[in-house]
């Protein structure tokens, strides 16, 4: 059984409650959580506003100084850090499962640890001299959710450290676990009360929503669904928080009648069911032209059936069990709902436990509810099409806007198309490979504001110009 208790001004804080996190692949309990209330959050976040005093004043290289160590920290405790996140959320060690998470978390800790936002000159003449400055905020929560638990709170964490911020990081009662163990580690190389964790079940006392409308917090960065995101944003108005939301996506794939079936049946299988689906930015529905569908559904099929599905604890598992009964029923309800109106090419019926094979259901079209709501999961609907500009239209008749792609030879062609999606990110012969060089964030309804490069670090300042 695994147990952590909370870290609160640099040392573990126990709770009168515990909270059972339960291991998807057996259905058994994996471990403990402190369920913290209200009064441990007002402590955590007391915490990090003392500590904020100092660490927003120290000297920039000395920041970049503890951040690289944070990312050195994370690299060593790598494997640790992926048993538990394979125990609490099921995906596998292996494939893209938790030990990539893990690498990938090292990545942006290393990265954004070198980024930097020195004082800017906008003018410097007879006339004055005017300078930019980014000022950290103060105390920043940080919201996660269950399908990336330890890359997502690096990407809240480092950016908001890197500025001069501390934090209060919260994350989804699911896998608590990876974040707690994080947070221990990450407090040995840094001051008290710099990064504190709370955890709680969202059951008597609903931890995130307290933090969305706390006083003393002055940005939140939530990840996670749009429903939510919406209620942090309404519950944010009252004390003008600072908020990066990253929220739900439907992403489209475009397959234009150019495009090779057998070369880009692996990374249409990736980009649909990467962690099994249960990524923001998967490609969640795939519009194929009508000349090669046939082809492109036969050669996804043909990889997909291959993928070894289990435990995720047993090293040859390439994909894992759904996370949460929640996910689990709603991909099970829409492709129940799918399987009336278009044909199961692959999977379509629940295994054991938490289980779900990779489906992949053609015939279907906008309007279908597999095609027009997030399923999250294992599940790809197929779409035929025979205009393009008919499928660009289709791929935006949603709320979301989040990832898109566009699969073809012809790269030139395939950016003419790409450019008339509206979503934050587009890829071509690729989906959802994002870099931390390179801004992320979601339009319309999927969030606001965006991660990594520059552009995500200033989400977390505030700009004061000095007119001299
Ligand atoms: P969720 O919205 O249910 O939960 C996210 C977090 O919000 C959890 O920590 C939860 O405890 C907390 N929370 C619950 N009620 C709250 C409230 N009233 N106020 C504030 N916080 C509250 O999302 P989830 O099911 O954990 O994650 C899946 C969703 O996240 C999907 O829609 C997915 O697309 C989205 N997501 C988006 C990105 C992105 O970068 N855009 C990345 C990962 C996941």
């Not at 504190?196 to 990840?223: C, W, Y």
């Not at 599940?379 to 205009?387: E, F, G, K």
């Not at 992320?440 to 991660?451: A, Q, R």
């Amino acid at each position: 059984m695994i147990e952590f208790d909370l870290t609160i001004g640099g040392a573990p804080v126990k709770t009168a409650r515990r909270f059972e996190v339960m291991n998807p692949a057996t259905g058994t309990a994996a471990g403990l959580a402190p369920n913290a209330g209200l009064a441990e959050l007002d402590a955590a976040v007391a915490a990090a506003k003392t500590a904020f005093r100092d660490w927003s004043r120290k000297p920039d290289a000395e920041l970049q100084a503890m951040c690289e160590a944070v990312a050195a920290k994370i690299g060593e405790h790598a494997e640790e850090l992926a048993q538990i996140i394979t125990t609490e959320q099921g995906k596998p060690l292996n494939g893209l499962g938790s030990r990539w998470e893990m690498g990938g978390a090292a990545a942006w800790a290393g990265y954004t640890a070198g980024l930097s936002l020195p004082v800017k000159v906008l003018q410097d003449n007879a006339e004055g001299r005017v300078e930019l400055h980014r000022k950290p905020l103060g105390v920043v929560g940080s919201i996660t959710p269950w399908n990336f638990p330890v890359m997502i709170a690096i990407w809240h964490i480092m950016p908001a450290l890197r500025t001069g911020n501390t934090v209060v990081i919260k994350p989804s009662p699911n896998t608590p676990l990876s974040t707690l163990r994080l947070v221990q580690i990450i407090n040995e190389v840094l001051p008290a009360g710099v990064v504190n964790v709370v955890t709680g079940d969202d059951q008597a006392e609903n931890l995130g929503a307290a933090m969305s409308a706390h006083p003393d917090i002055r940005k939140v960065v939530f990840t996670g669904s749009c429903a939510t995101g919406q209620k942090v944003m309404a519950s944010a108005a009252q004390t003008m928080k600072r908020l990066t939301l990253e929220l739900g996506g439907n992403d489209a794939g475009i397959v234009l009648p150019d495009a090779d079936p057998q070369a880009i049946a692996e990374g249409l299988f990736w980009g649909a069911f990467i962690n099994n689906g249960q990524t923001c930015a998967a490609m969640k529905r795939l519009y194929v032209h009508e000349s090669i569908h046939d082809a492109v559904c036969a050669a996804l099929v043909e990889f997909a059936r291959n993928i070894p599905v289990g435990d995720g604890r047993d090293e040859t598992s390439i994909l894992g069990p759904v996370q949460n009964r929640m996910q689990f029923d709603k991909v099970s309800r829409l492709v129940a709902d799918a399987k009336e109106r278009g044909t199961v090419l692959l999977g379509g019926a629940p295994g054991a436990g938490l289980f779900y094979p990779p489906t992949i259901i053609s015939g279907l079209k906008n309007g279908d509810p597999l095609v027009d709501e997030e399923q999250f999961g294992p599940a790809l609907p197929v779409i035929s099409y025979s205009d393009v500009d008919a499928a660009i239209a289709a791929a935006n008749d949603s709320p979301n806007g989040l990832g898109g792609s566009v699969w073809s030879s012809d790269p030139e062609a395939a950016k003419a198309v790409a450019l008339q999606l509206e979503c934050g990110s587009v890829w071509i012969n690729k989906h959802g490979a994002i870099q931390p060089n390179a801004p992320f964030g979601g339009v319309k309804s999927s969030g606001l504001g965006v991660e990594f490069a520059e552009e995500g670090l200033a989400e977390y300042t505030d700009i004061q110009t000095v007119f001299s």
